[in-house]
């Protein structure tokens, strides 16, 4: 039964993109060789030809990108985002066949136009067939059927992660071998082995997750795992968040697992220089006004400098004078290095608002175009706090594989300021360990929208 619902839910996504990949391509050409001026409408029968040819390409990334495999989390902005970079795939595609392998031209402004129509009809055909799956959960459709397998830290939280405001469609339907600890609530199971305990519940997922001192338990239930044939199994192994994108490789057929992979090739270390020294300097243009206006502000308040610098330690730990807005008196002794607090009496009335919306660090993009920071990465810290860290925090000194930044993916989720330093280093290994320009134009997007104003900024 589910395999048959899993099969029809398929069939609609390859049939919805096959209708909007063709309308897309034949939409174009009508356009160009029957609407606009200059079109030959003799040329229109090779366009019509291209069409399978498209759809292959089309189909083929789509596939590719695994926008056919139904995940549990529904996000849009990913599924839209993907689809856009398939599309984009099987345009360039076209383009080096069209050059290569075709004596006769094609219409340029045919596939100029076509590219833009199917990143429409593409989202907008998913967005539709999204809205139906949604629709369908609430009808007991295509809902998944998940088995929990063991106990455990990391079982409860995948089980609490499952009951997400994204998380649809989703159906508990047991727990087996949990050691008489219920999670959630789940039914248990009573059965000798997991094949069994899987035709009691028929689900579509399988879980397994044990303690971490529970391994060759976990072992013997994997080895059960590897018997199940129509059934997706996937194991909660007990290790950081942090290490997620961390690659599994191997030498000679034995299992590596390399714990501090986060190199930067040469041309990417040349696109985020280049995307730093840009919108930096395009930044520092635009908000002059708004630099003046806060210096003047600063000025007038209370006596002092207009820029606070501080040594801070930045890529292969080296050290660096960081510029910011001063938002503290200077008639009042810092003493030991930490982290302000709320009701802070340094820091002055218009210091408080500067903090709080995260304008005293606009000097920063100073730091970028310089070289000693770039516009994302890891927030940096004080010399003596860093060598107390590396000291007590496993893994801290990995932070210094990248540069320092004025925002980071730990900032724009909210740890920052007087926050668990745990969890915005695991944040910050994350990022270092997953790093591509998306993703930090992703955190740029965060920035504007969530990282300038934080409760957590005193």
Request: glycine share 6%; proline share 3%.
């Amino acid at each position: 039964m589910k395999n048959k619902a899993n099969k029809a839910l398929l069939v609609l996504k390859v049939l919805g993109d096959t209708i909007a990949v063709l309308s897309a391509w034949l939409l174009a050409g009508y356009l160009r060789f029957y609407i606009l001026p200059g079109g030959r409408i003799a040329s229109f029968a090779l366009f019509i030809q291209l069409s399978v040819l498209v759809w292959i390409f089309n189909i083929f990334f789509i596939s590719r990108n695994d926008l056919y495999i139904e995940e549990l989390e529904h996000s849009w902005r990913k599924e839209t985002s993907t689809l856009i970079f398939s599309a984009f795939e099987a345009f360039l595609l076209l383009l080096v066949v069209l050059y290569f392998f075709f004596s006769e031209k094609v219409s340029r402004i045919a596939i100029g136009l076509y590219f833009f129509i199917i990143v429409i009809f593409l989202v907008l055909e998913r967005t539709i067939i999204s809205s139906h799956i949604k629709k369908s959960y609430k009808k007991g459709k295509y809902t998944r059927r998940i088995l929990l397998v063991g106990y455990g830290e990391k079982l409860e939280h995948y089980e609490s992660a499952l009951h997400s405001r994204r998380m649809h469609g989703i159906k508990l339907v047991g727990q087996f071998d949990g050691e008489g600890v219920a999670i959630g609530g789940a039914r248990q199971i009573n059965a000798g082995l997991l094949r069994e305990a899987v035709a009691l519940t028929n689900p579509d997922l399988v879980v397994i997750g044990y303690p971490g001192e529970e391994y060759k338990r976990q072992e013997k239930m994997v080895a059960q795992a590897l018997d199940l044939l129509n059934e997706k199994v996937i194991m909660l192994p007990s290790i950081p968040e942090s290490y997620i994108g961390t690659q599994i490789s191997d030498f000679r057929w034995i299992p590596m697992l390399t714990l501090n992979a986060a190199e930067m090739g040469f041309f990417q270390r040349f696109m985020k220089r280049t995307f730093d020294i840009v919108s930096c300097s395009v930044g520092i243009v635009l908000i002059s006004p708004v630099l003046l206006l806060i210096a003047l502000l600063i000025k007038l308040s209370s006596p002092g400098p207009i820029i606070f610098k501080q040594k801070r330690i930045t890529r292969d730990e080296e050290e660096f004078t960081m510029y910011k807005f001063r938002s503290m008196r200077t008639d009042i002794p810092e003493g030991n290095a930490h982290w302000t607090e709320e009701n802070d009496p340094r820091i002055t009335k218009i210091g408080r608002f500067l903090r709080k919306t995260s304008l005293d660090e606009l000097p920063q993009l100073f730091n970028v175009i310089g070289g000693s920071m770039s516009l994302i990465g890891p927030r940096p810290e004080r010399p003596e706090l860093v060598e107390k860290f590396n000291q007590e925090i496993p893994g801290y000194r990995m932070r210094h594989r990248f540069k320092a930044g004025v925002s980071g993916w730990a900032q724009v989720n909210g740890w920052r300021g007087n926050t668990s330093l745990e969890r915005r280093i695991e944040f910050d290994l994350y990022y270092i360990r997953n790093w591509t320009m998306l993703f930090d134009l992703k955190i740029v997007l965060f920035t504007f929208f969530r990282g300038f104003v934080n409760e957590n900024a005193y």
